[in-house]
């Protein structure tokens, strides 16, 4: 000790001897304050060896010290996580400005995760397709030469780069599911999807491609053609079929229309054989024009088999994956579906979505319709029954407060169930709450602000715990499958009569096929394509429609 602090001394008076020297002050300090003042430091300094820092905070700063790193790896791997569910378990791909579709990561506010996970094949799949379409895309080199390619009639030598052009057709709630199944076929066929914008696809949806659009330019040289494709269309696959002669070969085209639409002949049906799908693919442009959920058929493929296994091992997600992954409101719409929903519906204990579609001629609302809304979500105790006596029934806890979100073209539901509830308490000592966003009176296909209101509707049913939903309806559908929801079905009146049982649970969240073909394509004869595998069943509200269930969640 006695050595180390000599060193320091003399160190410190060389330290002086040099300060003197180079500054030469006019005034010099006596050698006796100078020896006094380094004296009084050197005690002052020994002090911080004498009397250490309490051991108790020693200790703890240590730890802190030591636990810093942990605590580091641990932010990190929360924020893993959460960028993980922010991504819907990678569902959704990143690098994506939040600020441009508030809905893409906002929706995990509003409780609705995803219902199960996606298979990391899919998520593999999903970033395969998207570096295709970066690549491919409207305006990329590849693009621009197989559309000069398409201008002259030329068949596209390019062989990594061919489309599905999807026609907008029909009203958003089969825009929607269209759109999906357009869009699974382009991942199994490995061609790029673009969008026909329509009057306001725009307007209602983000883009779901990282950095590059999925929205045919408008300069695309066929979109005039559109609003004619028809079965008389002479690029039609089924009229080119009839006419094809039973000698010679069929010529590839520079494009074919796929006519899907429910009125399709049995020619327009071969879509759906693999002997057919082996010619179709060597065309470098597809267009198609659909108004129907044609997945089901894709799973009776054999070509697909394989790879729609590995994609949905649960089959009933098809639609909920791929709807979560293409379909996000835009931030006018997401303005419709958060302010409704913080207004009306985040406080409840919980939420229940009535959705009603008449398909009735003549001015509702129809007693039979509301008699069949209150028999059923009455008898499946998905709302309690009131007291018509108007005793208040004792409850020593805090009373249940459920939020009920209905939507219909017409306001009359609406207006009665939410008086019987303002009028009557319930037996059960709930308090239940009615509330419809609006009542357009008729659908308004063509028109931007009525779409907008329908798809913050179906976006906030699917926020809802339990849902009652309408047979045959693409709007009711939309909502179940975005929300990973099995409704009850609501059945289809008859002769203004309300059936018994007034409805049924689905027996999974997938959208009905509302026209399938039932064609047995290597036996060439009809068949009953609800009967040939064991996850396609036909539908509770469609006897003739598919539908894709899980083998083993059904019963």
């Known amino acids: 000790m006695k050595r180390q602090w000599r060193n320091r001394s003399e160190d410190d008076k060389g330290s002086l001897r040099d300060w003197d020297s180079d500054t030469r002050p006019t005034r010099r300090f006596p050698l006796t304050r100078l020896m006094a003042l380094f004296l009084f430091s050197l005690f002052l300094f020994s002090l911080t060896f004498l009397f250490p820092h309490p051991p108790i905070q020693s200790s703890q700063t240590a730890k802190t010290l030591l636990q810093l790193p942990l605590t580091q790896q641990g932010d990190t791997s929360d924020s893993v996580e959460l960028q993980k569910d922010k991504l819907l378990g990678g569902l959704i791909a990143d690098g994506f400005d939040e600020r441009s579709c508030r809905s893409r990561y906002d929706s995990l506010k509003y409780a609705k995760g995803l219902s199960g996970n996606p298979s990391s094949y899919l998520v593999s799949r999903l970033r395969k397709y998207e570096a295709l379409h970066k690549k491919c895309g409207p305006y990329t080199e590849s693009y621009n030469k197989t559309v000069r390619d398409l201008m002259y009639g030329h068949l596209s030598e390019s062989s990594t780069c061919k ?15 269209t759109l ?6 382009a991942l199994l066929t490995d061609r790029v999807l673009l969008v026909d914008p329509g009057v306001d696809m725009v307007d209602l949806f983000c883009e779901p491609i990282p950095h590059v659009s999925w929205f045919l330019p408008s300069d695309f040289p066929l979109n005039r053609q559109f609003p004619d494709l028809s079965q008389k269309s002479d690029q039609c696959y089924g009229k080119i079929l009839k006419n094809k002669s039973t000698t ?37 442009w597809l267009l198609v024009k659909t108004d129907n959920y044609f997945v089901p058929s894709l799973f009776l493929m054999p070509s697909f088999e394989q790879e729609l296994n590995d994609l ?23 303005g419709f579906v958060s302010r409704y929903y913080q207004a009306y519906l ?122 009652v939903t309408s047979s045959w309806s693409t709007f009711g559908y939309v909502a179940q499958g975005l929300g990973g929801l099995k409704p009850w ?20 969240m997938e959208p009905c096929f509302h026209a399938p073909p039932f064609y047995d394509c290597k036996a060439k004869r009809g068949t009953d ?25 059904w019963q």
Request: charged share 20%.
């Open 248 to 284: 010679d070969p069929m010529v590839v085209p520079s494009f074919l229309y796929l006519h899907l639409v429910h009125d399709y002949d049995d020619q327009d049906k071969l879509f759906f054989c693999d002997e057919d799908q082996t010619f179709i693919q060597k065309v470098p």
């Open 529 to 553: 394509t609800g009967a040939l595998v064991s996850h396609v069943r036909h539908c509770e509200d469609m006897s003739w429609g598919l539908k894709l269930v899980d083998n083993h969640s």
């Open 163 to 177: 489309y599905v052009v999807w026609v907008s057709y029909s009203g958003l709630g089969n825009r929607i599911l």
């Open 312 to 334: 949905f091992p649960n089959k009933e997600t098809v639609f909920h994956f791929l709807g979560r992954y293409l379909f996000h409101p835009t931030n006018k719409v997401w």
């Open 489 to 508: 079905i609501l059945y289809k009146p008859e002769n203004g009569t309300a059936p018994d049982p007034p409805c049924q649970r689905t027996m999974s």
């Open 346 to 467: 985040a406080n409840a204990d919980e939420r229940v979505g009535i959705q009603i579609r008449v398909f009735d001629t003549g001015t509702g609302p129809f007693q039979h319709v509301l008699d069949q809304i209150l028999a059923c979500t009455l008898k499946e105790n998905i709302l309690s029954d009131v007291n018509r006596k108007g005793d208040i029934a004792n409850s020593s806890g805090k009373p249940k407060l459920k939020a009920v979100l209905m939507t219909s073209l017409s306001s009359g539901y609406f207006e009665t169930v939410r008086d019987m509830y303002w009028e009557y308490p319930t037996v059960t000592g709930d308090i239940v709450g009615i509330y419809q966003p609006s009542h357009e009176g008729y659908q308004q296909t063509e028109k931007q602000l009525h779409n907008q209101k329908a798809w913050a509707e179906m976006y906030l049913l699917s926020l809802t715990d339990k849902l």
């Open 180 to 185: 999906a199944s357009t869009f699974l076929y």
